[in-house]
């Protein structure tokens, strides 16, 4: 039913414009599933239908490019980068919380560890400023090749950079989680009076604030690194209980897992990583931080590298992890690094899933991407061929 209806819908496409890719297995990160003997039209740099190759209604008179023994899948999504941008100049803690930096201006479309995040199968990642306070200001949303940053910029601001604890207690004087908290819990009710202050009055301008209407409308999340029990349930408690705001646990390790009901309750996806193993003393056994999370009936899981601590292409290898340590299974963990991931950033409507109105982000694997032993032999993004295993060389 779903496949019919967007096929109802599509406008008239010419000749020129629309290009079959048919492959063995087509993983749509949807309530289709697998689709086995699938095709994908795109056109225009966008998805205009999926569906299996019998019943597409373009095969009689387009020509199709058979991928042949291979899965086709959305390109993945890092929802926590730091090498789409420059690296050098990740922190800049002149205060304990920071508003009013972001990170657009160190966005570099060649840095060459995005080529390899593209062989590795991620398309879109969210560069972020670094942890060194506990805020360290705004993220881009951005497709990892490209030749412009215009051209590579989803969505600015992308995400609000939250850091509670650990490495923001390193800051000035060595900071504790009181003061802590209590400055983030005001910088942020501050920026949301702000906010909801210009919709209705002449407010004064203050650079400090020009990104959080996002935030205070539900269409920016905030990405928070965040782990361990207490940490974790601060995060849930004063970013999404008490402000309402689009917070995502972006690390969610050592024992954080233990918070995973409230996360489910209210609604708070988890992007774990890239610790995927934690000794629970409490347990008295060796944990996958993932498999507990996993625990949480109705959580949204995903995965992240915080490339370069690891590195961006190794995304699949995380999730590999988390299975492998009793986190579901390779569906639910290619769905974290596809929808579910898109779901955390607010960018479900653009990517994340093989579904007409979507960019037409597809990499073509070996095999499943879970699998340590699959490799990408072709990678899209918009449409465009940008990676070619055969052509390019394997990278990796």
């Not at 899933?353 to 095999?367: E, F």
Request: charged fraction near 20%; proline fraction near 6%.
């Amino acid at each position: 039913m779903f496949l019919s209806f967007s096929f109802i819908l599509l406008p008239q496409i010419s000749g020129d414009d629309l290009r079959l890719f048919s492959a063995a297995k087509v993983f749509t990160a949807t309530e289709e599933g697998v689709i086995d003997g699938g095709i994908v039209a795109v056109a225009e740099g966008k998805i205009v239908w999926v569906g299996k190759a019998v019943d597409s209604p373009y095969t009689s008179n387009h020509p199709v490019e058979n991928l042949g023994n291979v899965w086709l899948v959305p390109g993945l999504h890092e929802p926590h980068c730091h090498v789409a941008g420059s690296l050098g100049d990740l922190n800049d803690n002149v205060g304990l919380t920071n508003p009013g930096l972001d990170a657009y201006s160190t966005l570099d479309p060649w840095n060459p560890l995005l080529r390899d995040a593209v062989a590795g199968g991620v398309t879109t990642a969210l560069l972020i400023p670094g942890s060194g306070s506990n805020m360290g200001g705004f993220g881009s949303l951005v497709k990892t090749s490209a030749k412009t940053v215009a051209e590579m910029v989803v969505r600015d601001p992308g995400s609000l950079k939250v850091a509670q604890a650990g490495n923001p207690e390193r800051w000035g004087y060595r900071v504790g989680r009181a003061l802590m908290n209590w400055n983030t819990r005001r910088t942020l009710q501050l920026g949301l009076e702000h906010a909801r202050a210009i919709k209705t009055e002449a407010v004064e301008a203050d650079p400090r604030w020009r990104n959080f209407p996002g935030l205070e409308s539900g269409e920016v999340p905030v990405s928070v690194h965040t782990q361990i029990y207490q940490v974790v349930l601060q995060t849930l408690t004063m970013l999404k209980r008490d402000l309402g705001l689009q917070a995502f646990v972006d690390h969610g390790t050592f024992d954080g897992y233990k918070t995973g009901f409230l996360a489910a309750e209210l609604g708070v996806p988890v992007m774990n990583g890239p610790r995927q193993v934690w000794h629970d003393r409490s347990r008295n056994r060796i944990q996958g931080c993932a498999a507990g999370w996993a625990e949480a009936e109705g959580l949204l899981l995903g995965y992240n590298t915080d490339a370069p601590v690891i590195p961006q292409e190794e995304l699949p290898f995380q999730a590999a992890m988390g299975v492998r340590y009793g986190a579901g299974n390779d569906v639910s963990a290619l769905e974290g690094m596809t929808a579910n991931a898109a779901q955390a950033l607010l960018c479900e409507d653009i990517s994340g899933s093989l579904r007409p109105g979507l960019d037409a982000d597809l990499v073509a694997w070996t095999g499943s991407p879970v699998d340590p032993r699959s490799w990408v032999q072709k990678a899209w993004v918009r449409g465009e061929l940008v990676y070619d295993a055969e052509k390019d060389g394997r990278r990796f």
